[in-house]
């Protein structure tokens, strides 16, 4: 339900930790996909031609210095993406899913950040968690101990208030929260610089859903990635705006991952943050689309 992949298989501490777990890594081969479109049924030629274009330009854009200030969204039209339902689909899968953010706020300078690692991509199977298992052994590990504040002004180490009102004090505290908790101060942080807290202010976090379905056999084909055109179901949004066209766009297929006939279905941006609150309604706006694409 959590944490799925390890990447960059030749460089990746985690892989000998996952081996050491006795976990099985399972790669994955995201070539192995096939294209469907809500509104025919059937397979879509044009997804995949326009999933293809955009990566050439993903890869011109990864290898030019744009302007910050320019979104990927102005970049990718800039240089010769259409604004279509294919395209916006492509974008949706390729872009936001893997930031989190609309292209027309995420930087064109954020895919050229970072260096290229080999080895490729892998599921993780047996359970992600006996990971951190493998280091909390022999540790003192405290939960349901929320914290309320994390004082680094004093001379004598880190003190650290629990809501309890119990006060720990250690040499050094990792804080490990989403940024969008630190930002609302929970937990409050006592002798940070202002340049610090300018920059956990500045940070934009984005956002993923995803949707497990469980079956009682694989109906589907044999192929790892399910690209999924949206606007084809009774009752979605516009499949130009940030509605239920653009959810649940692309799934994996994780019946050798999990041992059961599964498919993951992934969401992002602002398709994500307008999901509906409940379960039960993610689960049924997901079956539409693989209603309607394999129809």
């Known amino acids: 339900m959590g944490a799925a992949w390890v990447h960059a298989l030749k460089t990746n501490p ?174 409050s942080i006592t002798g940070l610089s202002k340049a610090t807290e300018a920059a956990i202010g500045g940070i934009a976090t984005g956002d993923l859903e995803k949707v497990i379905l469980r079956y009682d056999k694989q109906w589907w084909g044999p192929e790892r990635v399910f690209g999924i055109v949206g606007g084809g179901v009774p009752g979605q949004s516009s499949n130009l705006a940030p509605g239920s066209a653009l959810r649940w766009t692309e799934f994996y297929n994780l019946t050798d991952v999990v041992g059961a006939p599964a498919l993951v279905g992934f969401s992002g941006g602002s398709a994500a943050r307008q999901r509906p609150k409940s379960d039960s309604a993610c689960v049924a706006e997901a079956m539409g689309m693989l209603q309607a694409a394999f129809r």
């Open 14 to 187: 985690l892989v000998p930790l996952a081996q050491q777990a006795q976990l099985k890594l399972i790669p994955s081969d995201y070539d192995n996909e096939s294209f469907r479109d809500t509104k025919t049924g059937r397979p879509s030629p044009s997804a995949e031609r326009s999933s293809n274009q955009l990566f050439r330009l993903l890869s011109q854009l990864e290898n030019s210095w744009p302007n910050p200030s320019t979104s990927v969204a102005s970049w990718l039209r800039q240089h010769g993406l259409p604004v279509n339902r294919f395209s916006t689909w492509a974008v949706e899968t390729g872009v936001v899913q893997e930031y989190g953010l609309d292209a027309s706020r995420l930087s064109a300078r954020a895919p050229t950040e970072g260096g290229d690692f080999l080895g490729g991509d892998a599921f993780v199977s047996g359970g992600y968690q006996r990971i951190p298992e493998l280091f909390a052994a022999g540790l003192d590990v405290r939960l349901n101990s929320p914290v309320a504040n994390v004082d680094a002004s004093q001379s004598n180490g880190v003190h650290v208030t629990l809501e309890s009102g119990a006060v720990l004090t250690a040499d050094a505290v990792v804080v490990a929260v989403p940024v969008s908790l630190l930002q609302a101060r929970s937990p």
